[in-house]
């Protein structure tokens, strides 16, 4: 493999850059029109202009990212995440052409892409799941009957849905046949696919995922977990590995099942399989992503390990070299996704110029950017602007050097998380551990971080005002 093109943008196509150089692999960026001086088309060894801003037009156009790639005399592609990454014609499409996928097979891309295949498919490998139905439900009268069986609340979710979408709770009975209807006709006019199923709904669920890496002699390892209850509306906030909740026990059963998920659907290459944990700390395989994850990079730090070398080597054919054995925790690692969105009007993408860009810069600082000084922030792709990452010993060391490099990150021009993060990050709630996916919704509003802002700003003008007085003091003291 000498020449590899990435299919995207961004912080994660330099990332992927990174590494390729490392290896001594060429690399291709494509760009589209508004993206013509991003950083990753210079960091790259070649570009090539792909088509207009809007991703319809460059970044999804597969056929045409194929005819670039069979040009440049490329030898593989890699689809980062979101565009392309879990397109299963694409990746069929690349391998059509001679040209490497790096990702799993159209296959388990294909399977994995419907909740409902995907369940199918782990059903003969004892993998526990939420109790629901194994199928597609239209019936309603059988599906309520179904419900009751289940137990109240349930919850229904749309087969072709994902990231939340098409999901709705019912608390009683009563609700059960509108709602149901609701969830067909949204599943239908969303998705093209009225498929809904039903699970039974747990209440207060922490989000933990599993990093896997499979190669293609048949070997699978597990890289540990990442807690991700921490989001908003679907989008994640703050990632972070190990969770503190996780035994020793419980992670290597997690990982055993997460290795299972990947065995059943002859699964190659980095992919991530969901778990919800209950309160009483029973686990559920939910869905498996088949991509790299945007946040990765807490499980390369916590395991001394380049996943997307490991990509490569595995795309490469090569057998994986690290064991399950030999795969051990080392420290803690946290990520705060930047966004270009303001905390304090409901996280509005905030559009314009970075008139003020720098990185704060320091030991076991990590960020994974795409952005510099003086760019304006595109409106058409999403609006993260990086990923700042931290590692300690400990999760405590982790947590301050995260706040401490919050304040070190200066950005001016536009309006961004990173006052969300430190809200999140200097709560009792989430320093004590004990927390689940309804951290947000129960803790934070606008008004809450104004007040903290407030409060922030009077004590440095109070500060500010003790050194004033110390520095008349001085002044004075002469004159006694
Ligand atoms: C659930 C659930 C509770 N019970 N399934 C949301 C996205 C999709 N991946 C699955 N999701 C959920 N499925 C049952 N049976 C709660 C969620 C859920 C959630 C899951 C992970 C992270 C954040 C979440 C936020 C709200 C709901």
Redesign the pocket.
């Known amino acids: 493999m000498k020449k590899i093109l990435i299919a995207n943008r961004g912080e994660i196509a330099i990332r992927i850059m990174q590494t390729a150089k490392k290896m001594g692999i060429k690399t291709v960026a494509i760009y589209s029109t508004v993206d013509r001086n991003a950083p990753h088309v210079r960091f790259a060894d070649e570009a090539v202009l792909i088509g207009e801003a809007p991703s319809n037009k460059s970044y999804l156009l597969g056929d045409k990212i194929i005819e670039v790639a069979k040009k440049r005399g490329v030898d593989a592609i890699h689809p980062g995440y979101g565009f392309l990454s879990e397109n299963a014609n694409f990746a069929e499409a690349c391998e059509n052409n001679n040209i490497s996928f790096i990702g799993p097979k159209a296959k388990a891309i294909k399977i994995m892409g419907s909740k409902l295949a995907a369940k199918e498919a782990v059903k003969a490998y004892n993998i526990p799941m ?1 109790p ?1 139905t194994d199928e597609a439900i239209s019936d309603i009268p059988k599906a309520k009957k179904l419900a009751k069986e289940i137990g109240f609340p349930i ?1 229904i ?1 749309a087969s072709a849905g ?3 979408k098409g ?1 709705r709770v019912v608390e009683k009975e009563a609700e059960f046949e509108s709602q149901m209807d609701r969830a067909i006709s949204e599943a239908t006019s969303a998705f093209g696919d009225g498929s809904v199923f039903i ?5 207060e ?1 922490r ?1 933990i995922e599993i990093q896997i890496m499979a190669d293609t002699h048949g070997n699978v390892v597990h890289l540990f977990e990442r807690e ?2 921490i ?1 908003r509306r ?1 989008q994640k906030v703050i990632e972070e590995a190990p969770s503190s909740v996780l035994t020793p026990e419980l992670r290597s059963k997690m990982g055993e099942a997460a290795i299972m998920v990947a065995k059943s659907c002859d699964y190659v290459g980095a992919g991530t399989v ?1 778990f ?1 944990l209950d309160e009483a700390h029973n686990f ?1 395989f ?2 498996m992503n088949t991509r790299l994850q945007v946040e990765h990079p807490v499980t390369e730090l916590i395991t001394g390990t380049d996943l997307v070398a490991l990509q490569i080597r595995v795309a490469r054919g090569e057998e994986l070299t690290i064991t399950q054995e030999n795969l051990k925790i080392n420290g803690h690692a946290l990520e705060l996704r930047v966004y270009a969105e303001d905390p304090l009007n409901n996280f509005l993408p905030s559009v314009g110029n970075l008139e003020v860009y720098k990185i704060p810069k320091g030991e076991n600082i990590r960020v994974d950017n795409g952005f510099e000084e003086g760019m304006d922030i595109p409106i058409y792709y999403d609006p993260m602007l990086s990923k700042l990452i931290t590692y300690a010993e400990t999760r405590e060391e982790a947590i301050e050097l995260m706040i401490t490099a919050i304040q070190n990150y200066e950005i001016e021009g536009i309006k961004t998380t990173l006052p969300f993060g430190s809200f999140v990050c200097e709560h009792d709630a989430f320093r004590s551990g004990n927390f689940n ?1 309804h951290f947000v919704k129960k803790y934070y509003s606008p008004e809450t971080l104004r007040k903290k802002q407030e409060e922030e700003a009077k004590i440095a003008a109070l500060i500010a005002l003790k050194q004033y007085l110390k520095d008349l003091k001085l002044v004075r003291l002469p004159l006694k």
């Open positions: 939420v629901g919850l979710k994902g990231g939340g999901m699970e039974k709904y747990v209440r669920p989000h991700c209850s989001q679907h969901e919800l559920y939910l869905e996916t």
